[in-house]
């Protein structure tokens, strides 16, 4: 079986000013997508999903962090990462869910990056133009909230009822004039232990 890949689709967002004040630097969101055809439509109720996942979910991987990466300018400017999927009316959830919850797909981008988080996700279902929202955070440190971003884009013509799209998402940075501080200070005035934040000192 070929993986049919109807269209690929760029999302670039420049943020210039946020609160009334410049943003110094300015804010890219970026994200990378692919519309396919669901490789298990049309199949009825598929039990082994993992012939399709290894055949395509490498195919993916590989090809959206290579568009991620040039329309980033490099690797070096990706602070902040994620993933989404997106499954088409027809679709199971579990076909989106597939293609993108494997290490099969994921580890291209986390190689790229030389990222130690793993990738936040969104796994939903809609009709063509459905928002797509693709949760980022630090590509080193999963506390950092400054690098806490949602990315939002619709396709307008996709996902197709029997089609998925599947997606990276990145941000050069933080929010802008972020000061709600990292996860650690709320940690350490609550007296908990960092290495097990279930505790709190006594």
Wanted: proline share 4%; glycine share 8%.
């Amino acid at each position: 079986m070929e993986l049919m890949i109807r269209k690929l689709v760029n999302f670039d967002e420049m943020t210039l000013i946020e609160g009334g004040r410049a943003a110094n630097p300015a804010l890219r969101m970026l994200a990378v997508a692919a519309v396919v055809k669901n490789p298990w439509a049309d199949r009825g109720y598929v039990e082994d999903l993992k012939p399709e996942i290894r055949a395509f979910a490498p195919v993916l991987g590989r090809l959206l962090t290579e568009r991620m990466v040039a329309l980033a300018g490099g690797a070096d400017k990706i602070q902040a990462y994620g993933k989404a999927a997106m499954a088409g009316l027809d679709c199971e959830q579990e076909h989106a869910s597939a293609l993108i919850h494997t290490l099969h797909f994921g580890n291209f981008y986390r190689e790229a990056v030389g990222a130690k988080s793993y990738l936040g996700f969104t796994n939903t279902r809609g009709p063509a133009n459905t928002q797509i929202n693709i949760p980022l955070m630090d590509i080193h440190d999963t506390g950092r909230r400054s690098h806490y971003l949602t990315i939002q884009f619709s396709i307008s013509d996709a996902p197709a009822d029997d089609e998925l799209v599947i997606t990276f998402g990145a941000a050069t940075g933080g929010r802008p004039h972020h000061r709600i501080g990292d996860r650690y200070q709320d940690l350490a005035e609550m007296g908990a232990d960092l290495e097990n934040p279930a505790m709190v000192k006594s």
